[in-house]
């Protein structure tokens, strides 16, 4: 699936500390190209932006065999699929009730799309960059699917176009695939709204009465408090909440 993460192992913005004087004890790392856009794009969201983050425990058990399924079926062999795909969709129709956390703030007035650029974070050997795939709401399951693979693997090989760097409209950080449980993410530029997908783990959960073994996993969002008040955005994420426990029948409810 889609990831998102700090700097690899070989890069970052500033060397570990030394001591004076002991030369050759501490290392330079030049901040420039890719890594100096992301440091001032961090700076710019997170003393600009007020942010606000709300975590939400959540049982992916259905979620989990639904992809397992989705695997199974002969069109879908070809595709690589993870929950990601799921919390996608979960998104998307939270979007389609809640449409303010697809909003951007624009200092007079507050700018809502009928569309979602759905962004979805990708850690690269040059840093951390967040493609959007366009119109995402109008895709099929399996063309999603598709398309976050698409993304995911374009921008890892370095051929990210500008196109696919703007234009994000909400966004996803897969944090779970580095063993991560939550963050605070921080939003991009522009949006108002980011979500954490946290690892997926076997852990107790009251399942009809009775504590059970359930794959569990916590959802963070963060969202820009001049557009998004602390009840939309609890009713928001507990929507994603809502699908992601049961999501056959959101799927249906949603056509």
Avoid at 25 to 43: K, L, T
Avoid at 166 to 176: A, E, M, Q
Wanted: hydrophobic share 45%.
């Amino acid at each position: 699936g889609a990831d998102r993460g700090g700097p690899p192992a070989n890069g970052g913005a500033a060397g570990t500390g030394g001591v004076a004087g002991d030369g050759g004890r501490e290392s330079r790392i030049p901040v420039r190209g890719i890594r100096r856009a992301i440091a001032e794009h961090m700076v710019a969201s997170a003393f600009t932006a007020p942010h606000v983050t709300e975590f939400l425990t959540v049982d992916l058990t259905r979620s989990v065999r639904a992809i397992g399924r989705l695997r199974e079926q002969p069109a879908w062999r070809e595709v690589r699929v993870s929950p990601l795909l799921l919390v996608a969709r979960a998104v998307l129709a939270a979007v389609q009730r809640y449409p303010m956390l697809n909003a951007r703030w624009a200092g007079d007035e507050i700018i809502v799309p009928e569309f979602v650029n759905l962004g979805i974070a990708v850690a690269t050997e040059r840093g951390l960059v967040v493609p959007n795939i366009k119109d995402a709401g109008e895709l099929s399951n399996l063309a999603l699917a598709r398309a976050i693979g698409a993304v995911t693997a374009t921008a890892r090989a370095g051929r990210s176009t500008p196109a696919d760097m703007t234009g994000g409209t909400f966004s996803i950080t897969n944090v779970g695939v580095f063993g991560v449980d939550a963050g605070t993410p921080i939003l991009p530029v522009g949006e108002s709204a980011i979500l954490a997908f946290g690892a997926v783990r076997d852990g107790p959960w009251v399942h009809r009465g009775k504590v059970k073994v359930r794959k569990v996993t916590t959802l963070s969002l963060s969202f820009d408090h001049r557009v998004v008040d602390g009840e939309l955005g609890s009713r928001f994420l507990c929507a994603i909440g809502t699908f992601l426990n049961d999501p056959e029948t959101a799927l249906l409810a949603h056509g």
